[in-house]
């Protein structure tokens, strides 16, 4: 699903993100991503968008080399992801329900479709009952949820998510990293940047460590202390 070969990013200045970085996905998984700040998650997700371009080595995502494919790839690439973000990016003056239906709106379903998969989507989240609720009347824990049902609603074979729990509690992060878990089951690759080390540790389950912008550790699925 995602293989990265010797990728490395650097910027302008001399500025390194990451450097030779190597690993392989399988579809399905559910993979954390973690190190301290500035070690390269953001990068690493953003490239698997497109949203930047690797200065070597191959990103591949589903047999799809990234790193040299046409910028008209960018649109079938995010189309295909699911993205989750820290600070949720709803729209205030919209319903839950037109957030999550946003992305379907945009790719031109109809109107009948795209209620149906927004009802599936909050359903999945457990906040069907919030459809015509406004986002800011939605704790923080809900509204990232709502944020999960919009990167849901296409039903992406791959979801990303950076930090997603950073501003909840822990009850609530240990809440959201289990629906993850869920999604995964049924056969979405799951790829999640966090700092919460010992969520992570208990959720048993693969982590990538960056350093640096290098891969320091592949810790392989259930084998934590």
Do not use: C
């Not at 008209?72 to 690439?77: D, F, K, N, S």
């Not at 992801?81 to 709106?105: E, S, W």
């Not at 609720?133 to 609603?153: C, D, K």
């Amino acid at each position: 699903m995602i293989r990265f070969e010797r990728v490395s990013k650097h910027y302008p200045g001399g500025s390194r993100a990451l450097t030779d970085v190597n690993f392989t996905i399988e579809r399905g998984s559910m993979v954390f991503l973690t190190g301290h700040s500035g070690a390269g998650k953001s990068t690493l997700l953003r490239l698997i968008m497109m949203l930047e371009r690797a200065s070597r080595g191959k990103v591949m995502v589903n047999d799809v080399n990234l790193s040299t494919a046409p910028d008209r790839m960018a649109t079938l690439v995010r189309r295909g992801t699911g993205m989750i973000f820290q600070d949720h990016k709803l729209l205030k003056d919209k319903t839950v329900a037109d957030n999550v239906g946003l992305p379907l709106l945009i790719a031109g379903l109809r109107y009948s479709d795209i209620r149906k998969r927004v009802r599936a989507a909050l359903d999945k989240v457990g906040l069907l009952d919030k459809e015509n609720s406004w986002p800011l009347t939605l704790s923080g824990g809900e509204q990232q949820r709502v944020g999960i049902a919009r990167a849901l609603v296409g039903m992406p074979p791959l979801l990303l998510a950076d930090e997603p729990t950073g501003n909840l509690d822990p009850a609530l992060s240990r809440e959201l990293f289990t629906l993850f878990e869920q999604v995964s089951e049924q056969g979405v690759t799951v790829l999640i940047a966090s700092h919460d080390l010992d969520l992570i540790r208990r959720m048993r389950k693969r982590v990538l460590v960056l350093s640096g912008g290098r891969l320091a550790d592949d810790i392989p699925a259930g084998d934590h202390p």
